[in-house]
T-cell receptor, first 110, second 113 residues
Framework: GEDVEQSLFLSVREGDSSVINCTYTDSSSTYLYWYKQEPGAGLQLLTYIFSNMDMKQDQRLTVLLNKKDKHLSLRIADTQTGDSAIYFCAESKNDYKLSFGAGTTVTVRA | DAGVIQSPRHEVTEMGQEVTLRCKPISGHNSLFWYRQTMMRGLELLIYFNNNVPIDDSGMPEDRFSAKMPNASFSTLKIQPSEPRDSAVYFC???????????FGQGTRLTVV
C-alpha cells in the first residue's frame, strides 16, 4: 500500500549480507513486521518489532527501526539460496489491520 | 496443526461464473482474514471476521463479492458473477487474537477468462 514503501528488487551474492529497506508514513504505527513469501506459498511471519524498540536480532536476522525517519530495515546475514523470496514490510496500530508494502524480490546468486 | 487450509489451490473459470473459495483456519484461532494479492495493488485486506462475525468488510471491492463464516472452522469467499479483473491470488489468514501473529494459507490462484 502507499502507506508503506519498499524497493522492488534486490540481488545479492550467496554468503553476503542482504539489507531490505522500508519506509512508512504513519507515526502511530505500533508494530512493524517482516513477512517472507516463497513462490507459490503464503506469507510467513519472519520477525516483528515494537515501535518502542530500535533493534531486534533473531539468528541471521536483524531488524533496525528509526522511528524518527519512519525507516525500517531487515538485514539477513550470510544470505543463502533459500532466502530467495519476496519480503514484505507491514505495519499495524495494535489492531487487526496490516498495511503491506509492495514487496521486495530478493534474488540470491551463486 | 496443518495450518490454514485453502481450497482449491488453483481455479480457472469463465467470466460470469460463480466462484467459491474456501478456508479452514487454524483450530483455536478466532480471527480470520481474506486478502487479495495482485501485481498492481499488492496485498489488500478484503474482510476481517472475529468470532465468526464480520467486523470490517470495507475492503470488499463490490457487491459481487461476499464472504461468510458459518462456524469457527470454515469460511467462504464468493464472487458472483466473476470478471477477468478478479484474477488474483486470494489468501486466507487466521490469528489467535486480534493483534497477534497472522498465519497465512497457501492461497488460491484465481484466473477468470
Amino acid at each position: 500500500g502507499e502507506d508503506v514503501e519498499q524497493s522492488l528488487f534486490l540481488s545479492v551474492r550467496e554468503g553476503d549480507s542482504s539489507v531490505i529497506n522500508c519506509t512508512y508514513t504513519d507515526s502511530s504505527s505500533t508494530y512493524l513486521y517482516w513477512y517472507k513469501q516463497e513462490p507459490g506459498a503464503g506469507l510467513q511471519l519472519l520477525t516483528y518489532i515494537f515501535s518502542n524498540m530500535d533493534m531486534k536480532q533473531d539468528q541471521r536476522l536483524t531488524v533496525l527501526l528509526n522511528k524518527k525517519d519512519k525507516h525500517l530495515s531487515l538485514r539477513i546475514a550470510d544470505t543463502q539460496t533459500g532466502d530467495s523470496a519476496i519480503y514484505f514490510c507491514a505495519e499495524s496500530k495494535n489492531d487487526y489491520k496490516l498495511s503491506f508494502g509492495a514487496g521486495t524480490t530478493v534474488t540470491v546468486r551463486a | 496443526d496443518a495450518g490454514v487450509i485453502q481450497s482449491p489451490r488453483h481455479e480457472v473459470t469463465e467470466m460470469g461464473q460463480e466462484v467459491t473459495l474456501r478456508c479452514k483456519p487454524i483450530s483455536g484461532h478466532n480471527s480470520l482474514f481474506w486478502y487479495r494479492q495482485t501485481m498492481m495493488r499488492g496485498l489488500e485486506l478484503l474482510i476481517y471476521f472475529n468470532n465468526n462475525v464480520p467486523i470490517d468488510d470495507s475492503g470488499m471491492p463490490e457487491d459481487r463479492f461476499s464472504a461468510k463464516m458459518p462456524n469457527a472452522s470454515f469460511s467462504t469467499l464468493k464472487i458472483q458473477p466473476s470478471e477477468p479483473r478478479d484474477s488474483a491470488v486470494y489468501f486466507c489468514a487466521s490469528s489467535r487474537a486480534e493483534n497477534t501473529e497472522a498465519f497465512f494459507g497457501q492461497g488460491t490462484r484465481l484466473t477468470v477468462v
